[in-house]
């Protein structure tokens, strides 16, 4: 990969993977529009660890909250920590379910690239306008802590329709997350709390990969890629958090559509 290749992919991840934009439809079109070659599944791994890095240490407070949390489940105590441990733990199991049955990778990996734009076309623009339309009539007076178990699940399903390219994980969640009744910035909360087992269990299945190429040129493209994507990712999350309440989603919504339409056009007329 050369340099430049390199800066544009990691800067990519790690603006889109926490807005609600989809990550994935961005690193499976980009190989697609510029001509490179695909970056190959070791970086897009070594790109998600970046951002996950970027969620641990932006929401270091809830993260440790949940590791007290889940000593304390571990003695038999539940509280505050311990709820928020399990309801990251609940919203996770439908990922993971459907994960076992449809893998994104797998999907990804199958490099019909053509199929896959359409489908990447037709979720950017149907999930942009679900977002708007959820964004726009739930109420949004309830706070994460207020969520009974099965308002839980309800964002965990949501976010495991991210197994299909381009649906975004983080806009599936903040999508149920409003359905429910959250606020936007605790849709936004929960939605990237729950980023940090999707990411990580999807990274673990392929950090062997990793180190089975026995590459230094892999070794030394991954590490960059990662503190890349972790400084796009930090400053992303850092603003998006400040402003969401205020600007809603709908500048997300319009940014879906458009590269929708964009997409669309663009197969119809090289058809």
């Known amino acids: 990969m050369t340099g430049l290749h390199l800066i544009v992919l990691a800067l990519v991840q790690g603006i889109t993977e926490f ?4 990550s994935s439809a961005h690193l499976v079109l980009l190989p697609a529009l510029t001509g490179w070659p695909d970056q190959g599944l070791e970086i897009d791994i070594a790109v998600h660890l970046g951002t996950l890095g970027a969620v ?6 809830d993260v440790t909250r949940m590791i007290a949390g889940a000593a304390g489940l571990a003695r038999g105590r539940l509280d505050g920590d311990g709820r928020l441990a399990l309801q990251v733990v609940v919203a996770s199991l439908p990922v993971v379910a459907a994960g076992a049955l449809v893998s994104q990778w797998a999907f990804a990996e199958a490099r019909d690239l053509r199929l896959l734009t359409w489908v990447i076309a037709a979720t950017s623009i149907g999930f942009g306008l679900l977002l708007w339309l959820v964004d726009a009539r739930a109420p949004s007076h309830r706070r994460l802590a207020d969520l009974g178990w099965g308002a839980v699940l309800v964002v965990g399903i949501g976010q495991a329709l991210a197994l299909v390219p381009g649906t975004s994980r983080s806009g ?20 990237l709390l729950l980023g940090v087992p999707a990411i990580l269990g999807a990274a673990v299945l392929a950090l062997g990969a990793i ?5 230094a040129v892999l070794g030394r493209d991954a ?3 990662a503190v890349l ?6 400053a992303a999350i850092a603003l998006f958090m400040r402003f969401v309440e205020r600007i809603g989603f709908a500048p997300f919504v319009i940014y879906r559509i458009a590269l929708g339409l964009a997409l669309a056009g663009y197969l119809l007329a090289t058809g």
Do not use: C, K, N, Q
């Open 223 to 225: 590490a960059v890629a």
């Open 56 to 61: 641990l240490v932006y929401f270091r407070r």
């Open 211 to 215: 180190a089975a190429a026995g590459d």
């Open 19 to 22: 807005l609600p934009i989809s």
């Open 229 to 234: 994507s972790f400084a796009a990712a930090w």
């Open 172 to 191: 599936a969640a903040m999508t149920a997350g409003r359905l429910v009744g959250l606020s936007r910035r605790e849709s936004a909360r929960f939605a």
